[in-house]
């Protein structure tokens, strides 16, 4: 074990020297593994090959097709105190607790793909504020923060524990989050959410705000459910200086409803909100599938997410965990990889490695999702929460 993650936990979580001794346990350990190249033991020649230029002599992570895998997003925890209608059914069968990875195995999953240049954290769910215990994993985390290997940390949320956390979160090195919100309407918002009550999220936004985050809003495009709530939704954001996206709906996991009637394409969308709003293109990036517009009217930012109008997967830098340790190379794809035995398997974490690279030289080329009257079945049996999003 190259830290010892209790370490983390022990005195002022924010204690520097602290975060430092856990650097320092680090890059002590990444200087041992250098004499034992992860390449070595499984001969993917492809990845040796490209040479050993990600920090601390690990190869970096670049899949078949080019593209230099930098953003890893982590659920860590397939549950939820919501049941939106487009992500869960409402009686959902979750994980034994006991196949979950502890905080200090997430730990040391996230830290490998540090080590392999992983630029970008996201943690997610499920609702990962629910998930025990959470804040430790913040606050180990965020000594890659402090050594410069992780250029963001940051967190997709629901909201509803947002108010409870907020600051400590932002202690942690957090800078920017991604909040969920479909509606402004409290009853349809009881609606989607099934158990959520909005004042508790819109009372988690004001925290966040508060304490120096700035917030992102994700809204899924529900066709008759929130289609004539956009433009509200656009001014709200923007008026309360936050961006916001508009989802398409994907078909991943059974959830007691017919795809066809929730997917609402959003180049449709766009072109009402055109009709209403001066939409001005813009070049501006967030390294994921959201493609940006400028508001003229309002001066804000709308992003469109569209998987299935158009097919974002060409610039994918992205891979995915579980709370199992399970990676998916493609959030539209079934295969994946078992990364929990390899972690338990060993004190080093050579075998974790020669997994991860034996995974992302599987990473195909991208999803294959579609929706239409033949296609009303989820694409996967795979729930969102899982991979989360
Ligand atoms: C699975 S949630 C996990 C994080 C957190 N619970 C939340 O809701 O933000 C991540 C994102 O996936 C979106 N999502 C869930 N199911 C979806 C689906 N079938 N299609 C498109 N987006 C979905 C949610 O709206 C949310 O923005
Ligand atoms: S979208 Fe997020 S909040 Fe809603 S059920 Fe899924 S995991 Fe929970």
């Given at each position: 074990?190259?830290?010892?993650?209790?370490?983390?936990?022990?005195?002022?979580?924010?204690?520097?020297e602290h975060r430092d001794a856990l650097v320092r346990?680090?890059?002590?350990?990444?200087?041992?593994?250098?004499?034992?190249?992860?390449?070595?033991?499984?001969?993917?020649?492809?990845?040796?090959?490209?040479?050993?230029?990600?920090?601390?002599?690990?190869?970096?992570?670049?899949?078949?097709?080019?593209?230099?895998?930098?953003?890893?997003?982590?659920?860590?925890?397939?549950?939820?105190?919501?049941?939106?209608?487009?992500?869960?059914?409402?009686?959902?069968?979750?994980?034994?607790?006991?196949?979950l990875l502890t905080l200090e195995e997430l730990d040391?999953?996230?830290?490998?793909?540090?080590?392999?240049?992983?630029?970008?954290?996201?943690?997610?769910?499920?609702?990962?504020?629910?998930?025990?215990?959470?804040?430790?994993?913040?606050?180990?985390?965020?000594?890659?923060?402090?050594?410069?290997?992780?250029?963001?940390?940051?967190?997709?949320?629901?909201?509803?524990?947002?108010?409870?956390?907020?600051?400590?979160?932002?202690?942690?090195?957090?800078?920017?989050?991604?909040?969920?919100?479909?509606?402004?309407?409290?009853?349809?918002?009881?609606?989607?959410?099934?158990?959520?009550?909005?004042?508790?999220?819109?009372?988690?936004?004001?925290?966040?705000?508060?304490?120096?985050?700035?917030?992102?809003?994700?809204?899924?495009?529900?066709?008759?459910?929130?289609?004539?709530?956009?433009?509200?939704?656009?001014?709200?954001?923007?008026?309360?200086?936050?961006?916001?996206?508009?989802?398409?709906?994907?078909?991943?996991?059974?959830?007691?409803?017919?795809?066809?009637?929730?997917?609402?394409?959003?180049?449709?969308?766009?072109?009402?909100?055109?009709?209403?709003?001066?939409?001005?293109?813009?070049?501006?990036?967030?390294?994921?599938?959201?493609?940006?517009?400028?508001?003229?009217?309002?001066?804000?930012?709308?992003?469109?997410?569209?998987?299935?109008?158009?097919?974002?997967?060409?610039?994918?830098?992205?891979?995915?965990?579980?709370?199992?340790?399970?990676?998916?190379?493609?959030?539209?794809?079934?295969?994946?990889?078992?990364?929990?035995?390899?972690?338990?398997?060993?004190?080093?974490?050579?075998?974790?490695?020669?997994?991860?690279?034996?995974?992302?030289?599987?990473?195909?080329?991208?999803?294959?999702?579609?929706?239409?009257?033949?296609?009303?079945?989820?694409?996967?049996?795979?729930?969102?929460?899982?991979?989360?999003?």
């Open positions: 074990m190259y830290y010892t993650f209790p370490q983390a936990l022990a005195g002022p979580q924010h204690d520097p346990n680090d890059r002590a350990q990444m200087n041992t593994s250098r004499k034992r190249l992860p390449m070595d033991s499984v001969g993917v020649e492809s990845v040796a090959s490209r040479g050993l230029d990600s920090a601390f002599g690990r190869a970096p992570l670049v899949d078949p097709f080019g593209r230099n895998i930098s953003y890893l997003r982590v659920s860590v925890t397939d549950r939820c105190d919501f049941r939106c209608v487009y992500c869960m059914s409402e009686h959902m069968a979750f994980l034994p607790k006991s196949d040391r999953l996230c830290s490998a793909f540090v080590v392999r240049g992983v630029r970008k954290l996201r943690l997610t769910g499920g609702e990962p504020l629910v998930r025990r215990g959470i804040m430790t994993l913040f606050a180990s985390l965020s000594r890659h923060l402090q050594s410069g290997q992780l250029d963001e940390l940051t967190l997709t949320t629901n909201g509803s524990q947002l108010a409870k956390h907020a600051q400590e979160i932002a202690a942690h090195g957090v800078r920017r989050i991604n909040v969920s919100l479909d509606t402004l309407d409290a009853e349809k918002f009881h609606t989607i959410t099934r158990w959520g009550d909005l004042k508790n999220v819109l009372a988690g936004i004001d925290a966040a705000q508060s304490a120096g985050l700035k917030v992102k809003i994700n809204t899924v495009a529900l066709k008759g459910v929130n289609d004539d709530e956009f433009p509200r939704l656009i001014e709200w954001a923007h008026g309360g200086d936050m961006d916001i996206t508009l989802i398409e709906v994907m078909p991943l996991g059974e959830v007691g409803e017919g795809r066809l009637d929730q997917y609402l394409p959003l180049s449709i969308v766009r072109a009402r909100l055109a009709q209403r709003f001066s939409l001005d293109d813009l070049d501006y990036r967030t390294g994921g599938p959201a493609r940006y517009v400028r508001v003229a009217e309002t001066g804000g930012r709308l992003g469109f997410i569209t998987p299935l109008t158009h097919n974002f997967c060409e610039s994918c830098n992205r891979v995915r965990v579980t709370c199992t340790g399970t990676l998916y190379m493609c959030l539209g794809q079934e295969d994946a990889a078992d990364l929990r035995k390899p972690l338990r398997a060993s004190e080093t974490d050579d075998p974790l490695h020669a997994a991860i690279d034996e995974a992302i030289v599987r990473k195909p080329k991208g999803h294959d999702f579609i929706i239409d009257r033949r296609h009303q079945r989820p694409a996967l049996a795979r729930h969102m929460s899982v991979t989360g999003g």
